[in-house]
């Protein structure tokens, strides 16, 4: 079955500094595969999305991920974090549903 | 255009009630999914609705249903509650176009339900 593997349960970052969120990814083919974040309360929203080509993905508030085939992963990048940045990211494979990772919480420190 | 909206928000039952959570899509959207969020099993997959069909299945007892209206608002269902069923509850509706492998699936703020 397909699946993801976040092997961070809890990142914590200060407020400028660079972030980065490690995803793993076990399937066949080429996976389609997202980046969501879940802020307190809130449902998921979608930060980028990969389905082929361009490896390197941008994604909405200044995220990115790179997918690497080598590695089996697909790590979301952001260059300099804001607090508002403080929420929960999962990264998720899509076969005809979403199977997501467990989460990674983000804790933003001033 | 207006999101995904789900009703009720917060919602507290006891063991061995039932218990219906309403999901109205995006409009023009013809696919529901819903899916359990818990602490200890994180986020997974319940089923998806597709014109007033359930098109996929997750891994969850009967006891959890759901159905789909003609105007594609869907509606599930839990039967006799356990304690274990305390979560929050998502809906994402879809365009679903026909023929289309992946349609990008939109997510409401979610029921939170909590069972004593």
């Known amino acids: 079955a397909q699946s993801v593997t976040q092997p961070d349960i809890h990142i914590t970052v200060s407020e400028g500094a660079s972030l980065e969120l490690r995803c793993n990814y076990s399937y066949g083919a080429t996976p389609y595969l997202f980046w969501y974040v879940q802020s307190p309360g809130q449902g998921l929203q979608l930060l980028l999305k990969y389905f082929s080509g361009d490896t390197l993905v941008q994604g909405i508030k200044g995220f990115e991920a790179e997918f690497k085939r080598s590695q089996s992963s697909f790590n979301l990048r952001k260059p300099s974090v804001h607090w508002s940045d403080a929420a929960e990211y999962f990264c998720a494979v899509y076969d005809y549903k979403l199977s997501f990772g467990a989460g990674t919480t983000v804790t933003v420190r001033a | ?116």
């Open chain 2, 1 to 116: 255009k207006a999101g995904v909206t789900q009703t009720p928000r917060y919602l507290i039952k006891t063991r061995g009630q039932q218990v219906t959570l309403s999901c109205s899509p995006i409009s023009g959207h013809r696919s529901v999914s819903w899916y359990q969020q818990t602490p200890g099993q994180g986020l997974q997959f319940l089923f998806e609705y597709f014109s007033e069909t359930q098109r996929n299945k997750g891994n969850f007892p009967g006891r959890f249903s759901g159905r789909q209206f003609s105007n594609s608002r869907s509606e599930m269902n839990v039967s006799t509650l356990e304690l274990g069923d305390s979560a929050l509850y998502l809906c994402a509706s879809s365009l679903s176009f026909r023929g289309a492998y992946y349609n990008e699936q939109f997510f409401g703020p979610g029921t939170r339900l909590t069972v004593l």
